[in-house]
Nanobody
């Protein structure tokens, strides 16, 4: 059974950095694009970033472009989200997700999800 487990969240001051990890077990990621999404209280799940199977292509939400970097290590079955210059509006639960073959920006197109990790940015 495929499991995705996020880690690395926490409390950080505005302007700080965090690195999230998403470890995948019970399956593979080499044939799958991976995405990061987030959900703030009272809001819907929002696309953050996605990466292709090989890692050669990435895409980002405009709100995080230039501040966040998605990467992956297929040998370690892990996907990362480096978050720099964090802002209070980045506060949310962050989720990773797996999609067969190509990446997408819509949450409904991802089949497997982790349980999420909380990121809180104080002003």
């Amino acid at each position: 059974q495929v499991q995705l487990v996020e880690s690395g969240g926490g409390l950080v001051q505005a302007g700080g950095s965090l690195r999230l990890s998403c470890a995948v077990s019970g399956g593979t990621i080499s044939m799958h694009a991976m995405g990061w999404f987030r959900q703030a209280p009272g809001k819907g799940r929002e696309f953050v970033a996605a990466i292709s199977r090989s890692g050669g292509a990435t895409t980002y939400a405009d709100s995080v472009k230039g501040r966040f970097t998605i990467s992956r290590d297929n040998d370690k079955m892990t996907v990362y989200l480096q978050m720099n210059s964090l802002k209070p509006e980045d506060t949310a639960v962050y989720y990773c997700a797996r999609r067969y073959l190509t990446f997408a920006t819509s949450a409904g197109q991802y089949a497997y999800w982790g349980q999420g990790t909380q990121v809180t940015v104080s002003s």
